[in-house]
T-cell receptor, first 114, second 117 residues
Framework: DSGVTQTPKHLITATGQRVTLRCSPR?????VYWYQQSLDQGLQFLIQ???????AKGNILERFSAQQFPDLHSELNLSSLELGDSALYFC?????????????FGQGTRLTVV | AQSVAQPEDQVNVAEGNPLTVKCTYS??????LFWYVQYPNRGLQFLLK??????LVKGSYGFEAEFNKSQTSFHLKKPSALVSDSALYFC???????????????FGTGTQLKVEL
């Protein structure tokens, strides 16, 4: 158990809908990262938050947004969903912003858009 | 941009034999390299990292990795493979994002390890 909790584990929704994925980082970790894993794109970095502030942005679509709350949990919002958004979405956390500290991953949310 | 490459989609090895999963990197500056393992329907588990220091890094579950600067490689190794080691292995490099002061992991495409009896 990595200590990173993601809910829900599975989500099935229709095209055009909006969903929210939730992540609770390991106790004490200030950085939260979101990644998308799909068969065709592999593991792709979406966005990083550190202590409530956005710090890095990757290939995140404009239909997607995220935030980190004062209690350090994070949410990833996906809207106007398309079939191609079906993927495994991972949250990871690390203690700080440095490159030294390893990131610990949650078990992921499997999103299926039908 | 920094990147890593995993040249083998799959590696097969017999239980008890040594295993190697290959990774090469392309970075500017000092590399910050990581190995993760993913079991079916699970998240990624951290195995080990190279930041600086000894070229042989020891990690979890008996795994180790050899950093080779001249060959720009960071191969994952284990002296004696177990059937339970069968999983998907990812090499990754930690990249700084200068705007915003953040960082990200850039992953390789993954190597499926299959250990057979």
């Amino acid at each position: 158990d990595s200590g990173v909790t993601q809910t829900p584990k599975h989500l099935i929704t229709a095209t055009g809908q909006r969903v929210t994925l939730r992540c609770s980082p390991r106790s004490g970790d200030l950085s939260v990262y979101w990644y998308q894993q799909s068969l065709d794109q592999g593991l792709q970095f979406l966005i990083q938050y550190y202590n409530g502030e956005e710090r890095a942005k990757g290939n995140i679509l404009e239909r997607f947004s995220a935030q980190q709350f004062p209690d350090l949990h994070s949410e990833l919002n996906l809207s106007s969903l398309e079939l191609g958004d079906s993927a495994l979405y991972f949250c990871a956390s690390s203690a700080d912003r440095s490159r030294n500290s390893e990131a610990f991953f949650g078990q992921g949310t499997r999103l299926t858009v039908v | 941009a920094q990147s890593v490459a995993q040249p083998e989609d799959q590696v097969n090895v017999a239980e008890g034999n040594p295993l190697t999963v290959k990774c090469t990197y392309s970075v500017s500056g000092n590399p910050y390299l990581f190995w993760y393992v993913q079991y079916p329907n699970r998240g990624l588990q951290f195995l080990l990292k190279y930041i600086t220091g000894d070229n042989l890094v020891k990690g979890s579950y008996g795994f180790e990795a050899e950093f080779n600067k001249s060959q720009t490689s960071f191969h994952l190794k284990k002296p004696s493979a177990l059937v339970s080691d069968s999983a998907l292995y990812f090499c990754a490099v930690r990249d700084l994002i200068l705007t915003g002061g953040g960082n990200k992991l850039t992953f390789g495409t993954g190597t499926q390890l299959k250990v057979e009896l």
